[in-house]
């Protein structure tokens, strides 16, 4: 939980002192859906470079807060900072998966892997495992994270629905050993 509040704080801290202080409050509030919303028009609005972790990470945050569906057209629109990325967001503006694995020939569970967030060093990518809907479409939840190989060909881990933020820290970790 203090990582949450930490983490919660220092992307706040990006705006201007009034608005970093709206951020907050909504955490304290728990509304957070809200609040990442005043956070990430508060970035496009003033125009504030994001790093691609920074951009992963809101993403990460939006996905927890179920929000990263609404919230990944605008995070994508953040204006990007010059620094060699750790990790980076792939995924596209949420209105179409561009790329998703096969299904039981590489989830055990017979889930759909969509890519979301890469490793820059080591290759190694955070997936979303989803169902397939009876009409064709994928769940709006995932069942689970999964870091994959390089080749996305070997799931390397798997995280519960509720590890979102795990799962990331775990990516994030690997990349550094790399």
Do not use: N
């Not at 028009?41 to 691609?52: F, K, M, N, V």
């Not at 790329?99 to 060093?121: K, M, N, S, T």
């Not at 709006?140 to 590890?163: E, K």
């Amino acid at each position: 939980m203090t990582d949450d509040v930490d983490t919660w704080d220092r992307l706040a801290a990006l705006l201007p002192e009034a608005e970093a202080q709206e951020v907050k409050d909504c955490w304290d509030m728990g509304e957070q859906e809200a609040g990442l919303g005043l956070l990430v028009s508060g970035l496009l609005a003033h125009e504030t470079p994001i790093s691609e972790t920074t951009r992963a990470q809101l993403s990460v945050l939006a996905e927890a807060w179920g929000e990263r569906e609404r919230l990944t057209p605008q995070i994508l629109q953040c204006r990007g900072a010059d620094q060699i990325a750790g990790v980076k967001l792939i995924e596209t503006d949420g209105g179409s998966v561009d790329e998703v694995l096969g299904e039981a020939d590489h989830d055990p569970a017979g889930l759909v892997l969509v890519p979301w967030i890469a490793c820059a060093r080591g290759g190694r990518v955070l997936m979303r495992a989803h169902t397939r809907e009876p009409w064709g479409g994928l769940s709006y939840l995932a069942q689970h994270y999964a870091i994959t190989s390089p080749d996305r060909a070997a799931v390397l881990r798997v995280f519960p629905p509720s590890s979102t933020t795990t799962a990331f820290a775990a990516l994030q970790r690997e990349c550094e050993c790399s």
